[in-house]
């Protein structure tokens, strides 16, 4: 059950760092526009 919920952390974890990072890249691309 533990790992379950740690794995599922994990992947909402990785999943916001993706879409910060993508983000990132569209807000750099709109200033170096």
Sequence with gaps: MVVLM???LHKCYLVNVLEII???SN???FLTD
Excluded: A, I
Aim: avoid cysteine; glycine fraction near 0%.
């Design 22 to 24: 993508k983000v990132w």
């Design 27 to 29: 807000l750099d691309q």
């Design 6 to 8: 740690s794995f599922f």
